[in-house]
């Protein structure tokens, strides 16, 4: 038993099993990189010794050091970190966009009609003076 009085210690070591059992898909939570020697634990609270599995996220070098400078939220790392346990690493595009294309061409669509309106209202004017 652990005296409360007692300071916790940083366990960088339990805190990459903490990671390991909830978070299997090995990748920085920000860009998605998959090298293992490039990333570290990042603690979300800032309390090395909180290695609750919410206060938890791998982070490659560059976005840890971008996420203690405060550029990114707590909540977008969480967001971020379960996205890409869901994906795997896998580009999941699907509802994004997807009628880009579409929605596209009805504007060069509605533009060209326009420009026609414009040239048939100038052609008009020149006629009637």
């Not at 009085?5 to 070591?13: L, M």
């Not at 979300?44 to 010794?49: F, K, V």
């Not at 400078?69 to 994004?96: C, F, M, N, V």
Request: aromatic share 4%; proline share 5%; hydrophobic share 35%.
């Amino acid at each position: 038993m652990t005296d409360p009085a007692t300071p916790k210690t940083r366990d960088q070591a339990a805190a990459r099993r903490v990671l390991d059992e909830n978070y299997p898909f090995k990748c920085c939570a920000v860009c998605g990189l998959q090298i293992e020697t490039c990333l570290t634990v990042a603690h979300l609270d800032h309390d090395a010794t909180n290695n609750t599995p919410d206060n938890l996220a791998r982070l490659c070098q560059t976005h840890h050091w971008m996420y203690d400078a405060g550029l990114y939220p707590i909540e977008a790392i969480r967001l971020l970190q379960a996205h890409w346990q869901t994906t795997k690493g896998t580009p999941d595009h699907s509802g994004r966009m997807k009628d880009a294309g579409a929605k596209a061409a009805l504007t060069r669509k509605r533009r060209a009609a326009a420009r026609k309106a414009v040239d048939t209202r100038r052609r008009r004017a020149k006629l009637d003076h």
